[in-house]
């Protein structure tokens, strides 16, 4: 079947504008989870989503960042005002259900450049 | 403040023989430890995982090893193929919440 996909795969942005990123779990996982990666640097956690609720944001790093999963499928992270900072990888992962022990399946992830 | 720690950045085997990956946490609170891989543009897909519970988790070429006392754990792959070349990625959980901690990776390569 499908995995996680991401769109864009790639996305070129100029400093102070706003951003979406999309991620499509795989079909029936319940729990949600989007993670950055810097160069040189393991993927950070930013929030995660059981269902439609956000269960932990502690990872977001400043009210910049939001992020939704309105139906409780497909979430959008959300960056405004983009900083130069910024510029990483966002993956997206999902699992079927709640626990560390649910394998989390990654998505390939959004390169995000800010100029 | 780094609570998972890969000091080795890169790794450099022959084919046929082990590699040994390590990885060191500071946090006593982990409780479940992930290794996962990582190839160039795809996203990291999960390997092996084990419990502080276990020091040993086997499967086929790949076993973890965990010694609690010394907040350390390790990947030994054995046989390693020149397909095992990737960067590879320890993780952890506390239990209390799902997210996991990475640490910064060890790109390993495999030749022949």
């Known amino acids: 079947g499908a995995g996680v996909s991401q769109t864009p795969s790639n996305k070129v942005t100029e400093k102070g504008k706003y951003v979406e990123l999309r991620c499509d779990p795989i079909s029936g996982h319940t729990a949600l989870y989007w993670y950055r990666q810097s160069l040189g640097q393991g993927p950070e956690f930013l929030i995660y989503f059981q269902g439609t609720g956000a269960a932990d944001d502690s990872g977001l790093p400043n009210d910049r960042f939001f992020a939704v999963r309105p139906e409780g499928s497909v979430s959008t992270l959300k960056i405004q005002r983009t900083e130069r900072g910024d510029s990483a990888v966002y993956l997206c992962?999902?699992?079927?259900?709640?626990?560390?022990?649910?394998?989390?399946?990654f998505g390939p992830g959004t390169r995000l450049t800010v100029l | 403040d780094q609570q998972v720690k890969q000091n080795s950045p890169s790794l450099s085997v022959q084919e046929g023989r082990i590699s040994i990956l390590n990885c060191d946490y500071t946090n006593s609170m982990f409780d479940y430890f992930l290794w996962y891989k990582k190839y160039p543009a795809e996203g990291p897909t999960f390997l092996i995982s084990?419990?502080?519970?276990?020091d040993k988790n086997e499967d086929g070429r790949f076993t973890v090893f965990l010694n609690k006392s010394a907040k350390h754990l390790s990947l030994h792959i054995v046989p390693s193929q020149p397909g095992d070349s990737a960067v590879y990625f320890c993780a952890a959980s506390d239990g209390n919440t799902d997210k996991l901690i990475f640490g910064t990776g060890t790109r390993l390569q495999v030749f022949p």
């Open positions: 992962a999902s699992s079927p259900g709640q626990g560390a022990d649910n394998e989390q399946f």
């Open positions: 084990i419990s502080s519970i276990k």
